[in-house]
């Protein structure tokens, strides 16, 4: 587990070398849980502080920092998953990133936490990289390499992030606490960008660990995936056959050698799948298919923001307290999480056409990516003034939704590995259902004789694919916040409170690499290859005996299929902008046939960039010249 004090919103012209001295000896000491000789850190020269190896581990780990800013915060979430296919909003939150609307422009809040925090971790890798060759303490050469190795990916791993949110902007290569402040920076070429990038991350295929005591360290397994990744995104711009090839390649030698780079896909059996192998609470802190992770310390809180963590599930939860309410859910919920920073919910594309809308479906991955039942917080009985108002039988009138309310005794009683929380006593039979919100249609003389709040794509969207409006719905019965709730990050095993959730983030995985194959195949014109890796992840999305009924036909495997592959997949976990900018498909006339709130604001040319933060550019010289992006 990576432990670091807390250092947010650095900004680059702040990076003063005092300061990070002060900051990295500070690391140092948490990391170590010892405790730092007492000293004034100003008297230190930098050479001294990063010379040895006690202060240059401490460098090492303030790479990771700015990371628990990004995953398990909203900050992350508009810039790298909003604008697609795949999502709308939840009312004005985050509109700007979502559907491009007027707010988006330079001050927009998020985007300036992922600038600062890319920037960063920039500055402190090439802080580690400038001091890395003269590190004294070390076992071995090699042992000194791997710990640079991890600067190394850091660097790789923020600039691939600016190049492909914010474009051709400022390559950094050296240290601000060893050459002070540029206030007059250039921009590099996209080109550039990935030229460093690539020579960053062979370095560490090269010199990284297999693997590494401590969890959430970056190894082998996480170059190699960051390596397949960035050459299939330097496709979008020229020499797609050679660098498809590469990506390919290097994709390859993670799947062909898993022994080799300890990471493995989840197999299914009769009884679950190995995609919900994958999502199970008790695979998280051991997932044999996280390459990087954001680790978590659940027990002693060793965290950036302690146990402020795992927030994003609160995001895209529908209107529990509000709607919801009238059945018996409430706001909060050990399971669900706090419906208070409502800010996404899932487009008509992402649910019925991306994912199977069937109840009979063998693909389990709809199901575990997104919560579509809740249950009651207290005994409701169903009134015929209830029954009225959305359509039920009167039969019902009189039927008793039972409770499943669970008391706040600690963490320790949500973490109890297995055991059944007292939340879920009255979910396996159904009787506290109070909310239903499939992706399937239900036809209607059978929604009106389930006791409970039942809302479908047919209630949601209206003909032209967006939701509908509040007066589109009869007796003021207004359905349009109700909907099914992203859930991959709230695994009830890691539940802390209703607000924090202790489990691990994956920022890359195995799936996603097949499926980078699977793709970088395509484009090199070897489809066999292609269908190959497209079935292997689809043979785990379903149960062992389904594998016949999933697989599909090597004439499927188009672009486009792998496309919605990769949503089915890996919807919500911070990359389907990247996807839609690689694949020609962030544009104007896709987002309107498949999301048509986001692309009726889309502009070509304008959108494949985000803006540049006002505060960067306030800080500058050459603000004119530099420009923001065009907002």
């Not at 060893?178 to 560490?204: C, H, N, Q």
């Not at 479908?456 to 967006?466: I, K, M, Q, R």
């Amino acid at each position: 587990m990576i432990t670091s004090s807390s250092i947010k919103n650095k900004q680059m012209k702040n990076k003063h070398s005092k300061y990070i001295i002060a900051c990295v000896l500070a690391l140092a000491s948490t990391f170590n849980a010892c405790q730092l000789d007492e000293y004034n850190p100003s008297t230190v020269s930098k050479e001294t502080a990063y010379g040895n190896k006690n202060g240059y581990d401490g460098l090492i780990n303030s790479c990771y920092t700015d990371l628990y800013y990004f995953y398990g915060k909203i900050d992350i979430i508009g810039p790298t998953e909003m604008g697609t296919d795949l999502w709308v909003n939840y009312g004005t939150s985050e509109s700007g990133l979502v559907t491009y609307d007027n707010t988006l422009g330079t001050a927009t809040g998020t985007l300036k936490t992922v600038w600062n925090g890319l920037y960063s971790i920039v500055n402190l890798a090439n802080t580690a990289i400038y001091y890395g060759d003269d590190v004294k303490g070390y076992a071995s050469d090699a042992e000194r390499k791997a710990k640079v190795a991890e600067a190394y990916f850091m660097r790789a791993f923020a600039n691939f992030n600016l190049v492909e949110l914010f474009g051709d902007v400022t390559l950094r290569t050296t240290s601000s606490a060893v050459e002070g402040v540029d206030d007059k920076p250039k921009r590099a070429t996209e080109k550039e960008f990935y030229d460093l990038i690539i020579s960053d991350l062979k370095f560490a295929c090269e010199n990284l660990p297999v693997t590494q005591d401590l969890r959430g360290r970056v190894a082998k397994k996480a170059a190699y995936a960051l390596l397949s990744k960035v050459y299939l995104q330097r496709t979008r711009l020229g020499e797609k056959q050679e660098f498809a090839q590469l990506a390919l390649q290097t994709a390859e030698e993670l799947i062909n050698n898993p022994a080799k780079y300890n990471c493995a896909l989840y197999t299914s059996d009769a009884t679950q799948s190995g995609y919900s192998k994958l999502w199970a609470g008790a695979n998280n802190k051991v997932n044999t298919e996280f390459l990087f992770t954001e680790a978590v310390d659940p027990t002693s809180g060793y965290n950036p923001e302690g146990w402020n963590r795992g927030r994003t599930r609160q995001y895209y939860l529908p209107d529990l307290g509000g709607r919801g309410a009238e059945w018996g859910t409430q706001e909060k919920s050990v399971l669900y999480g706090r419906s208070n920073s409502k800010y996404f919910k899932p487009s008509k594309y992402l649910l019925t056409s991306v994912f199977e809308p069937s109840a009979t479906t063998v693909d389990t991955r709809f199901k575990e990516t997104f919560t579509y039942k809740f249950y009651a917080n207290s005994d409701i009985t169903i009134s015929s003034t209830l029954a009225t108002n959305y359509g039920k039988d009167a039969s019902l009138v009189g039927h008793k939704i039972l409770s499943t309310t669970a008391q706040y005794t600690g963490p320790e009683y949500f973490w109890s590995w297995g055991a059944k929380l007292e939340e879920e006593k009255n979910m396996e039979n159904d009787k506290g259902l109070s909310v239903f919100v499939p992706n399937w249609t239900i036809p209607a003389n059978e929604k009106r004789m389930i006791p409970a709040l039942v809302v479908d794509p047919s209630d949601l969207f209206a003909t032209n694919g967006d939701y509908k409006k509040p007066t589109d719905f009869a007796n003021g019965v207004d359905l349009t916040n109700m909907f099914p709730a992203f859930k991959k990050f709230s695994s009830k095993m890691w539940d802390y409170t209703n607000q924090y959730w202790m489990g691990d983030i994956p920022i890359i995985r195995l799936g996603d690499i097949y499926l980078v194959a699977a793709e970088a195949a395509l484009l090199t014109s070897d489809p066999a290859t292609a269908v190959k890796y497209v079935n292997i992840i689809r043979d785990r999305a379903a149960l062992s005996g389904d594998k016949t009924a999933i697989e599909v036909p090597q004439s499927a495997v188009t672009i486009d299929f792998i496309s919605d592959e990769r949503a089915r997949e890996l919807a919500g976990e911070h990359m389907r902008w990247f996807d839609l900018k690689r694949m020609g498909k962030l544009t104007k006339s896709y987002l309107s046939a498949t999301n048509p709130l986001v692309g009726a604001n889309f502009k070509d040319g304008l959108h494949t960039k985000r803006p540049i933060p006002q505060s960067f550019l306030d800080a500058i010289s050459n603000a004119s010249e530099y420009g923001s992006n065009g907002y």
